[in-house]
């Protein structure tokens, strides 16, 4: 397919569709184009000329709809939408797989730059990407802030026992992809496990909180938060260990997989907790715990794709060394832990 008719995207049924369910919302033909940088959804930007919208759908040939279910996510920036948390307003959901072969939702587009990389956070200068940052950590307080039984999102997910099911989830994953022997990380497994936190009140999290999953404007505020696939109700400081974890220097020159703290006047992981806590007010005296574990989490995603490319079944740039972050992952877990 050209440019313009990326593969996944019917744009002659997509505007048909349009023109029956959102009448007078397309005012020409469309086009269309993916935007890279989504975790495993594939994320088009569509034109007709005048006006730009974004789809979301799951991945081609993809079989665990549970993993992208896109009702799900819809339904979360629908319930968020009309709160103080910034995502794009959602336009139409569609669970007709006769369209473009898997169930999508369309939103609005929203215009920003998700940060990856020190590099790129560099020009904006040390207020500017200080700013930046911080606006990261306020609006995660605003999302902690919402009632999920006010917006309708009550039953989004299991509280109960949220932990303990993400720990266990996350030590399957690692079996499920062990073909060489990892030292430490199976220790940084079991030392979690034997101190596990106290939640507190439960809240909808993201899930994968970083300065990339967000859309910065010119004014360095954040004006949308994007890629909620991993979204659900629990405990709001994985959220905030998650944040903290891509907020230290990995120390791993030339790196495929990057965080932005090396970047001039990005805020120190202390700056952001105390922020946290105090907009907020919740106890953070465990965010250690919470750290480790999204140092943990990673690594296991890491070496998962490590073993996915052993196998021929990854290509692209970089691959062949992420192999050799695991290591580095899980030796910030433990220094995490035993800092604690």
């Not at 950590?137 to 802030?145: I, M, Q, R, S, Y």
């Not at 999290?205 to 910065?216: A, C, P």
């Not at 001039?264 to 106890?283: C, F, M, Q, V």
Request: with cysteine; aromatic share 6%.
């Amino acid at each position: 397919m050209s440019a313009d008719h990326p593969p996944g995207l019917d744009l002659d049924r997509l505007r048909a569709l349009l023109e029956r369910e959102r009448p007078g919302l397309v005012s020409g033909p469309l086009t269309g184009r993916l935007i890279e940088g989504g975790r495993s959804n594939l994320t088009y930007a569509l034109s007709d000329g005048t006006s730009k919208w974004v789809v979301r759908r799951p991945p081609l040939g993809h079989v665990l709809a549970t993993a992208h279910d896109m009702k799900r996510e819809h339904r979360v920036i629908s319930a968020l939408h009309p709160t103080r948390v910034p995502v794009p307003r959602p336009l139409l959901l569609c669970e007709d797989e006769e369209v473009l072969g898997a169930p999508f939702y369309v939103m609005e587009f929203v215009e920003g730059t998700p940060y990856r990389t020190a590099g790129q956070l560099a020009p904006l200068g040390p207020e500017r990407t200080r700013d930046a940052v911080l606006s990261l950590v306020d609006t995660l307080v605003e999302l902690h802030a919402v009632d999920p039984a006010e917006v309708g999102l009550a039953d989004f997910g299991r509280p109960e026992g949220f932990l303990d099911r993400q720990l266990r989830r996350w030590g399957k994953q690692l079996d499920a992809s062990r073909n060489r022997d990892l030292p430490g990380i199976d220790e940084l497994h079991a030392a979690l496990g034997r101190d596990l936190p106290r939640s507190p009140a439960p809240a909808v999290v993201h899930g994968d909180y970083r300065l990339d999953n967000v859309l910065i404007g010119d004014d360095d505020r954040i004006k949308a938060i994007l890629d909620w696939e991993m979204s659900t109700l629990g405990d709001p400081l994985t959220d905030l260990g998650l944040l903290v974890m891509y907020s230290r220097p990995l120390g791993a020159p030339d790196s495929p997989v990057s965080t932005t703290a090396e970047a001039p006047g990005h805020p120190d992981p202390r700056e952001l907790i105390e922020r946290y806590a105090a907009g907020s007010g919740r106890d953070v005296s465990a965010v250690s715990w919470y750290t480790a574990f999204a140092w943990f989490k990673l690594a296991v995603i890491l070496e998962g794709i490590h073993y996915r490319y052993t196998l021929g079944q990854t290509v692209g740039r970089g691959f062949d060394r992420i192999g050799d972050l695991v290591p580095v992952f899980i030796d910030h877990g433990l220094t995490t832990l035993q800092e604690g």
